[in-house]
Every structure is written in structure tokens, then in C-alpha cells.
């Protein structure tokens, strides 16, 4: 269901294109002349020139260039490929293909009020001319199908933008708030530990210390004798006599 929007809208694009392009071959406005309420001329304006009709059962004839005719079919040649191509990067989602999107559909909008603007001169013409000329001669233009497909191609082109440019905001916003929450996720989440990267200090053992070495004894000369060791010896408490507890004293070997 998230690739309706963009299939529904591609289609209206597609469909707008069609009817430009086909508006371009049909009349967008005719002119009548007539003399005494007898049709003389008809002229009909497309696109691409005008053609002749010289009155009531004679063959169609074209103009051949001699009058001249503005080319409104270029500029509806033009909108209608780019609503085609639009209608193509519809199916993504993404600035380009809303660019394309705006772009074509503002081409068909401006189209349509172009000839709008220009049936509407035509249209006044006949409230210029009296209701009853004198000579006979009457002159009518009205509208033709043709302008009705142009009509109908741009309000299919915005039903279109309608449709596609609400959803491609829909769909980046959903994506940046699944990009926040992610990153919110992530920066909550405690982190595991790890091994320590430094190099691990090795342990400090005790080494033993090296004996004090004895100075050398002069030769000839007795060595100084050590004192003896006494071992379980107490100490006189303070203010009595050193000769106190010579019994607790071991015998000299």
C-alpha cells in the first residue's frame, strides 16, 4: 500500500500527457462567418494551424501557410513530454523526482491559461459586434473540444501533484524520525566492554635482596668475632638491672 500513492499519481501524470497530446490535433476554438444567416466560412484553430471549411457540402481545405496561425501545439508538445517524464520519476521518492513533478505540472497549468487568455479575446469579439448588423455579416467564435482536453490535462496534473507531493513529505519525515530514533537507540544502549587496549603491566615480583657483603679481613689479622646470637632473650623492663633474668638467658656453647 505505500507504492499506491506514487503508482495512482504516475498514472494521472501519464494521463495528463495523453490529453495534451491530443488536445493538440483537435480545434481548440471555430469561427464562423456567415452572411444573411448563411454559413460562408468556418474556420477551425488547432495546434498546429488552422483549417478552412469554404461552406456546407464543399471539401476541407488548409489554409497552406498563407494565414498565419500561432503554433500553440509546440509549447503542449513540450509540457506533454515533460509530464511524461515526470510520470516515469513519480515511482521514486526523492527532490528529483518532485522537481520534475512541480515543473511539469506548473508547464501544464500555464499552458491551459494561455489559451485560455487567448479563446477569451476571441470569445469578446462577439460582444463587440451589434446584435442586428446592418450588412448581414456576423462573425461567431466559440470554444471546441479541443480546449476542454487542455482543461481536463491540467486539473489531471494537479490532482497528480496532489497526490504525490504529500506523500514524498510523508515519506521523508517517517524516514528521518526512524533515523532519530535509531540514533537515540544506539547512543542509550551501555556499551559492552572490551579487552583494554593498553598493553597489560606484568606482575611485580619480589626479588630477594643480595647479602651485605663482608669487608675483607687484613692478613695476619684475627677476625673480629661475632657477636653471639641470642635467640628467646627478653628485655629488662625499664628500671631494672641487667642482671635480672640471666636465668632466662641461654648457655654460652
Known amino acids: 500500500m505505500a507504492r499506491f500513492p506514487r503508482i ?25 462567418q456567415s452572411v444573411n444567416g448563411v454559413p460562408l466560412l468556418q474556420m477551425d484553430r488547432t495546434g498546429w494551424g488552422q483549417v478552412l471549411a469554404p461552406g456546407p457540402g464543399e471539401p476541407t481545405i488548409s489554409d497552406d501557410g498563407k494565414i498565419h496561425s500561432p503554433l500553440y501545439g509546440i509549447p503542449v508538445l513540450v509540457v506533454a513530454v515533460g509530464l511524461v517524464l515526470a510520470g516515469v520519476l513519480a515511482l521514486r521518492v526523492g527532490r528529483r523526482a518532485a522537481l520534475a513533478v512541480s515543473a ?25 459586434q451589434p446584435a442586428e448588423p446592418s450588412t448581414g455579416n456576423l462573425s461567431v467564435y466559440s470554444i471546441q473540444p479541443g480546449f476542454w482536453f487542455v482543461v481536463a ?43 583494554s587496549e593498553g598493553p597489560t603491566a606484568a606482575p611485580e ?8 657483603a663482608t669487608p675483607p679481613v687484613p692478613q695476619g689479622a684475627a677476625p ?15 628500671g631494672a638491672s641487667a642482671l635480672d633474668g640471666e636465668d632466662d638467658l641461654p648457655a654460652a656453647r
Open 8 to 32: 495512482f499519481g504516475a498514472v494521472l501524470t501519464l494521463a495528463s500527457a495523453g490529453l495534451l497530446l491530443v488536445s493538440s490535433f483537435l480545434p481548440l476554438v471555430r469561427l464562423v
Open 153 to 195: 490535462a491540467a486539473a489531471t496534473a494537479l490532482a497528480a501533484a496532489a497526490v504525490l507531493l504529500p506523500h514524498r513529505r510523508r515519506v521523508e519525515t517517517e524516514a528521518d524520525d526512524e533515523g532519530d530514533e535509531v540514533q537515540v537507540s544506539m547512543l542509550s544502549a551501555d556499551p559492552e566492554p572490551g579487552p
Open 104 to 128: 511539469a505540472v506548473a508547464g501544464a497549468v500555464v499552458v491551459a491559461l494561455m489559451l485560455g487568455m487567448e479563446i477569451e479575446s476571441a470569445l469578446n469579439f462577439n460582444d463587440a
Open 224 to 238: 673480629e668475632p661475632s657477636p653471639p646470637r641470642v635467640t628467646g632473650a627478653r628485655w629488662p623492663a625499664p
Open 205 to 212: 615480583r619480589g626479588w630477594p635482596s643480595a647479602p651485605e
